[in-house]
Structures are given as structure tokens and as C-alpha cells.
């Protein structure tokens, strides 16, 4: 797994550039020209913050990559994804617009990643780990179970977040500036998903590597179909993209015993992604609809307008988040006696 390292910092950087530039040129094109009651935003309204929220996520998830998996880089990247979320509403507030302030935004978040990755990289380096035992005859130097589970439950969370971002909608679904940051921040998810799935493989293998690469192009595509179908149709596309993604992930990062998949298993990982996804996604967005207004109280810090009393400040994001965690408890199981334990 050398490319796990290079390959999850420069996704996290590449996520730090995306939310700079969502602050300082998607935000402002969000945001109403008066307090008027009369023009109250609707639905959807900031798209921008749900885009950068989940350029956010990709930071830490990247950094879950570059780590391995291990418990000492993934409990920091958590903390660093929570204080960028604070950091962001903060910035938020202050309105920033222009290059300046996208150039200025980038290069500060990516020297705090820089700083971030270091440390770390630092306490690797000072405490190694001890190589766990290696049972079933596995050899030496072989990515530890933990470790596994850990990577393939960053693939599905950034799996499911790839669904969120390419159906990202607004009022009037025609700002080019939409379809632009939902295809560029779910082209990042796909990157991540597929990247910490190869990296959660027990080998890796000439044919994994391909099945990689088919499932980028085919998961890239499918995020296309869903930015060309129009509002109120993507339903269809949307959960067929989720059943290839989620389906591929476990393909890339479960076991294959005698150097075969285990079919049924990965059809009934197909049959929870074709199901799991759409119910979590509902369930999470009607419980943070009626019981955890978060979003209307992000909005009210972050000195935007409210949203109409008619509609809801749903933070899209975050529901796609819980909801990919869900879908990791479900499918990250990347052994096959970890899928025993289903039984």
C-alpha cells in the first residue's frame, strides 16, 4: 500500500483548494441580496455550504487513507474535520470573496494539513507499531483486520456522500456554478472511495488494480447521468450509481478465497447498497428535519438569511455522512469471518 500515503495527502489538499474556492465564489452566489421576508430562501438555497461541507469530510477521509487505517491517524483526522467545520462557519461569517481570499484560504488550510500531517508522521515515526500476529497463515506485514475494517468504512462513507453531492439540487437548478462543484466534489468522493477500498484489499493485485480503475470510469460516468438527468428524476440513476460504487468497494477490499470472490456475499452487499443508502438517507434527513434543526442553526451563525418557515434548512451533507456511517457498519467487513458475525 505505498500509494495510500501520497495518494490520501494529495486528496486531502486537493479537498482544501475545492473548499477554498466554494467559500469565496459558490457561497457568495448563494446568499440573498436583503433581509427582505419576502425573498426568504427556499430549499436547497446553500447548496455552496452542503459542497464544501463534504470537501471538508474528504480532508480527514483522506487522511484516513494516507494513514492506513491506523487509529493514530484516524482519531486526529476526526478532530481536524470537526474544528475545519467550526472554522468554516467562522470564515463564513466574514463574507470573503475574490482570488486574494481563495488563494489566502488555500494556502492557510493546506499549511494546517501540512502541520497536521507532520505531527503525525512524526508520532508514526517515534512510536512504530508492533506487527500484530498473522493467523491464518496471512504473511508478515499484511494490513492488520482493524485497519481494514477501518478503510473499507471510509470507502463507504465516502461512497455514499458521492450520491449526496451528484444530486445536489437548488431552487432553480440552474446555476452552471451547481453542476460544476456537484461534479468536481463527486469526482473527489470517487477517488477516495475507490482508493481507501484498494488499500483495504488483503493484496494487491493486478486484477484488483483494473477493477479499480473500471470502477472510477464507471462511477465517474454514472455521476455524469445523474448531473444530466433533470431535478426530480434522479432517483433512478442516483441509487443505480450507489449499487456500482458500494458493490465495487467491497470488491476491491473484501477477501477473495482462493483468489475468487465469494459471490453471494457481494450480491447481498449489491441487494444492502440497492436498499441501505435511500432508507438511511430519508430516515437521517426527516430526524434532523423534525427533531435537530442543525442547519437552520449553522445558517443563523454563519449571519445568512434564514430559510422559509414553509421549507427546511436540511443540511444534505451531514445526512449523507451519518448515513455512509451506517453503511459501514453494514458493509465493512472486509474478512470473511467478519461477515460470519452477520449470521
Same mark, same amino acid.
Given at each position: 500500500?505505498?500509494?495510500?500515503?501520497?495518494?490520501?495527502?494529495?486528496?486531502? %489538499?486537493?479537498?482544501?483548494?475545492?473548499?477554498?474556492?466554494?467559500?469565496?465564489?459558490?457561497?457568495?452566489?448563494?446568499?440573498?441580496?436583503?433581509?427582505?421576508?419576502?425573498?426568504?430562501?427556499?430549499?436547497?438555497?446553500?447548496?455552496?455550504?452542503?459542497?464544501?461541507?463534504?470537501?471538508?469530510?474528504?480532508?480527514?477521509?483522506?487522511?484516513?487513507?494516507?494513514?492506513?487505517?491506523?487509529?493514530?491517524?484516524?482519531?486526529p483526522a476526526v478532530v481536524l474535520g470537526g474544528c475545519w467545520i467550526a472554522a468554516d462557519?467562522?470564515?463564513?461569517?466574514?463574507?470573503?470573496?475574490?482570488?486574494?481570499?481563495?488563494?489566502?484560504?488555500?494556502?492557510?488550510?493546506?499549511?494546517?494539513?501540512?502541520?497536521?500531517?507532520?505531527?503525525?508522521?512524526?508520532?508514526?515515526?517515534?512510536?512504530?507499531?508492533?506487527? /500484530?500476529?498473522? /493467523?491464518?497463515?496471512?504473511?508478515?506485514?499484511? =494490513?492488520?483486520?482493524?485497519?481494514?475494517?477501518?478503510?473499507?468504512?471510509?470507502?463507504?462513507?465516502?461512497?455514499?456522500?458521492?450520491?449526496?453531492?451528484? %444530486?445536489?439540487?437548488? /431552487?432553480?437548478?440552474?446555476?452552471?456554478?451547481?453542476?460544476?462543484? %456537484?461534479?468536481?466534489?463527486?469526482?473527489?468522493?470517487?477517488?477516495?472511495?475507490?482508493?481507501?477500498?484498494?488499500?483495504?484489499?488483503?493484496?494487491?493485485?493486478?486484477?484488483?488494480?483494473?477493477?479499480?480503475?473500471?470502477?472510477?470510469?464507471?462511477?465517474?460516468?454514472?455521476?455524469?447521468?445523474?448531473?444530466?438527468?433533470?431535478?426530480?428524476?434522479?432517483?433512478?440513476?442516483?441509487?443505480?450509481?450507489?449499487?456500482?460504487?458500494?458493490?465495487?468497494? =467491497?470488491?476491491?477490499?473484501?477477501?477473495?478465497?482462493?483468489?475468487? /470472490?465469494?459471490?453471494?456475499?457481494?450480491?447481498?452487499?449489491?441487494?444492502?447498497?440497492?436498499?441501505?443508502?435511500?432508507?438511511?438517507?430519508?430516515?437521517?434527513?426527516?430526524?434532523?428535519?423534525?427533531?435537530?434543526?442543525?442547519?437552520?442553526?449553522? =445558517?443563523?451563525?454563519?449571519?445568512?438569511?434564514?430559510?422559509?418557515?414553509?421549507?427546511?434548512?436540511?443540511?444534505?451533507?451531514?445526512?449523507?455522512?451519518?448515513?455512509?456511517?451506517?453503511?459501514?457498519?453494514?458493509?465493512?467487513?472486509?474478512?470473511?469471518?467478519?461477515?460470519?458475525?452477520?449470521?
Amino acid at each position: 500500500m505505498r500509494f495510500a500515503r501520497p495518494v490520501g495527502l494529495l486528496l486531502s %489538499a486537493a479537498a482544501v483548494a475545492l473548499w477554498a474556492y466554494g467559500m469565496t465564489t459558490w457561497q457568495p452566489l448563494t446568499e440573498p441580496l436583503g433581509p427582505w421576508s419576502e425573498i426568504l430562501p427556499g430549499n436547497n438555497t446553500y447548496w455552496a455550504r452542503d459542497l464544501r461541507f463534504m470537501a471538508i469530510m474528504v480532508v480527514p477521509l483522506g487522511l484516513v487513507l494516507a494513514g492506513r487505517g491506523q487509529v493514530r491517524w484516524g482519531g486526529p483526522a476526526v478532530v481536524l474535520g470537526g474544528c475545519w467545520i467550526a472554522a468554516d462557519v467562522a470564515v463564513d461569517r466574514a463574507d470573503p470573496i475574490g482570488v486574494d481570499a481563495t488563494v489566502l484560504l488555500a494556502v492557510a488550510g493546506c499549511a494546517v494539513l501540512g502541520v497536521v500531517a507532520a505531527l503525525l508522521l512524526w508520532w508514526e515515526r517515534r512510536t512504530p507499531r508492533r506487527e /500484530p500476529d498473522t /493467523p491464518s497463515g496471512r504473511e508478515p506485514g499484511t =494490513t492488520p483486520a482493524t485497519d481494514r475494517r477501518v478503510l473499507t468504512g471510509a470507502a463507504c462513507v465516502a461512497g455514499v456522500l458521492t450520491l449526496v453531492a451528484a %444530486a445536489m439540487e437548488s /431552487p432553480t437548478d440552474r446555476e452552471p456554478e451547481l453542476n460544476q462543484g %456537484a461534479l468536481v466534489t463527486a469526482a473527489l468522493l470517487v477517488a477516495v472511495a475507490v482508493g481507501a477500498a484498494l488499500a483495504a484489499a488483503p493484496a494487491r493485485t493486478r486484477v484488483r488494480v483494473g477493477l479499480a480503475a473500471g470502477l472510477t470510469v464507471v462511477a465517474l460516468l454514472g455521476v455524469g447521468l445523474v448531473r444530466a438527468t433533470a431535478p426530480g428524476e434522479r432517483l433512478l440513476p442516483e441509487v443505480a450509481l450507489g449499487v456500482v460504487l458500494l458493490t465495487g468497494v =467491497t470488491l476491491l477490499a473484501w477477501d477473495w478465497p482462493g483468489g475468487r /470472490p465469494i459471490w453471494w456475499h457481494h450480491a447481498l452487499a449489491a441487494l444492502i447498497a440497492l436498499v441501505g443508502p435511500l432508507v438511511l438517507l430519508l430516515a437521517t434527513a426527516i430526524t434532523m428535519m423534525m427533531m435537530i434543526p442543525i442547519g437552520a442553526a449553522l =445558517t443563523a451563525l454563519a449571519g445568512n438569511s434564514p430559510i422559509h418557515a414553509a421549507d427546511s434548512d436540511l443540511l444534505a451533507s451531514l445526512a449523507g455522512l451519518l448515513s455512509g456511517l451506517g453503511m459501514a457498519v453494514l458493509l465493512a467487513r472486509p474478512s470473511v469471518e467478519d461477515r460470519r458475525q452477520l449470521r
